[in-house]
């Protein structure tokens, strides 16, 4: 099975900031990775697939990159909605999350 | 618009089980793939299972295989979760997901991505 981890588990950053969350996959998973937002309460939200690129409607703020292992996902300026918990996934063999990025107001 | 509403979570003992129902709706259910995702209380989402298109290719996540069983009719557009044998740790917020095929460009590629989500149901499993 395929795991996943993401780094930080947590982060506490201000509107404007850029913020960038790692997420590292167990092996090689070319570029099947996702990255969803999620709001207290609410359901998850896809941002990007297959890496890069960015799911309709979702701001141009959010980018991600990478592939293999190695996957980042960048907020370039910090917006007052983006304060979510944020997951990575694979979809190369079956599907796993990893264990999510807390992003909350510094 | 495109919509999907699960149903049949509640309360249940130790060892009982439950099925889950999600109701699709605004899409072409039969010719997409499709999966329950669950979160824990104060946890994080983990995938538990999947369906293919026409219902024939399942898989499951270890910790639900043999107790758990997805299926889907497509003349009603709804997906299933049969839950068996339930356990304290199977109490979580069940979602189901769309899983839509997309076509990059640059790798010239398929790839999939979860586009579309209930709202949740939530399981408690306690004596």
């Known amino acids: 099975d395929i795991q996943m981890t993401q780094s930080p588990s947590s982060l506490s950053a201000s509107v404007g900031d850029r913020v960038t969350i790692t997420c590292r996959a167990s092996q090689s998973i070319s570029r099947y990775l996702n990255w969803y937002q999620q709001k207290p309460g609410k359901a998850p939200k896809l941002l990007i697939y297959a890496a890069s690129s960015l799911q309709s409607g979702v701001p141009s703020r959010f980018s991600g990159s990478g592939s293999g292992t190695d996957f980042t996902l960048t907020i370039s300026s910090l917006q007052p909605e983006d304060f979510a918990t944020y997951y990575c996934q694979q979809s190369y063999s079956a599907r796993t999350f990893g264990p999510g990025t807390k992003v909350d107001i510094k | 618009e495109v919509q999907l509403v699960e149903s049949g979570g509640g309360l249940v003992q130790p060892g009982g089980s439950l099925r889950l129902s999600c109701a699709a709706s605004g899409f072409s259910f039969s010719t997409y793939w499709m999966h329950w995702v669950r979160q824990a209380p104060g946890k994080g989402l983990v995938w538990v299972s999947s369906?293919?298109?026409?219902?024939?290719?399942?898989t499951y996540a270890d910790s639900v295989k043999g107790r758990f069983t997805i299926s889907r009719d497509n003349a009603k557009n709804t997906l299933y979760l049969q839950m068996n044998s339930l356990r304290a740790e199977d109490t979580a917020v069940y979602y189901c997901?769309?899983?839509?095929?997309?076509?990059?460009?640059?790798?010239?590629?398929?790839?999939?991505?979860?586009?579309?989500w209930g709202q949740g149901t939530t399981v408690t499993v306690s004596s």
């Open positions: 369906i293919n298109s026409d219902g024939t290719n399942t």
């Open positions: 997901v769309r899983d839509r095929l997309y076509y990059d460009i640059l790798t010239v590629a398929y790839y999939y991505g979860m586009d579309v």
